[in-house]
Antibody
Framework: QVQLVESGGGVVQPGRSLRLSCAASGFTFSSFGMYWARQSPDKGLEWVAVIRYDGSNEYYVDSVKGRFTISRDNSKNTLYLQMNGLRAEDTAVYYC??????????????WGQGTLVTVSS | DIQMTQSPSSLSASVGDRVTITCRASQSISSYINWYQQKPGKAPDLLIYAASTLQSGVPSRFSGSGSGTDFTLSISSLQPEDFATYYCQQSYNTPFTFGPGTRVDIK
């Protein structure tokens, strides 16, 4: 079945870096756009970034532009989120999700189980 | 960015009740809205996409409606497994913003 498994979360000091991974299985990874989203008690659910199926385009929420980079390795069925210059407000559970599209409509399905990132000194 | 609001923020209901949750967008988003259910400690699950299309495998007691700026998610007869938090999300343009959620508790 379709499965997404995130890893790489942990506790990191402000200003440091972390790379999250999302291992995909059960579908043709290279045919789907992929998202990162995050959830915190303060900000709720927040869309972070999207990358097209072939890595040709990326989009970011303003709060992470210039600090986070989404990428993918279709040969390894893996999505990444490189997070640099981490701030306390980046503390959240980070989810990867597959993009589904029908015409101009898009949605997230399924989501991974999430990985917790805590930014604290 | 498009702002999404939801009402109520929480509600208490009994098994068998009809429940309606409202989501409002800060500008017209046509039918570009999705609904997700999240249970504690779990990732969100897709319920409805494109305002009214039920995701495969989702019970028919769930339904969505609306267009423009005002949308509703309805549960016709609340079941024990439906106690959860529900989120709307717009996919009209990036960033694809979410509503703050509506928690449905047992009365």
């Amino acid at each position: 079945q379709v499965q997404l498994v995130e890893s790489g979360g942990g506790v990191v000091q402000p200003g440091r870096s972390l790379r999250l991974s999302c291992a995909a299985s059960g579908f043709t990874f290279s045919s789907f756009g992929m998202y990162w989203a995050r959830q915190s008690p303060d900000k709720g659910l927040e869309w972070v970034a999207v990358i097209r199926y072939d890595g040709s385009n990326e989009y970011y929420v303003d709060s992470v532009k210039g600090r986070f980079t989404i990428s993918r390795d279709n040969s390894k069925n893996t999505l990444y989120l490189q997070m640099n210059g981490l701030r306390a407000e980046d503390t959240a559970v980070y989810y990867c999700a597959r993009e589904r599209v029908s015409g101009a409509y898009s949605w997230f399905d399924p989501w991974g189980q999430g990985t917790l990132v805590t930014v604290s000194s | 960015d498009i702002q999404m609001t939801q009402s109520p923020s929480s509600l208490s209901a009994s098994v068998g009740d009809r429940v309606t949750i409202t989501c409002r967008a800060s500008q017209s988003i046509s039918s570009y809205i999705n609904w997700y259910q999240q249970k504690p400690g779990k990732a969100p699950d897709l319920l409805i996409y494109a305002a009214s299309t039920l995701q495969s495998g989702v019970p028919s007691r769930f339904s969505g409606s609306g267009s423009g700026t005002d949308f509703t998610l309805s549960i016709s007869s609340l079941q024990p497994e439906d106690f959860a938090t529900y989120y709307c999300q717009q996919s009209y343009n990036t960033p694809f913003t979410f509503g703050p959620g509506t928690r449905v508790d047992i009365k």
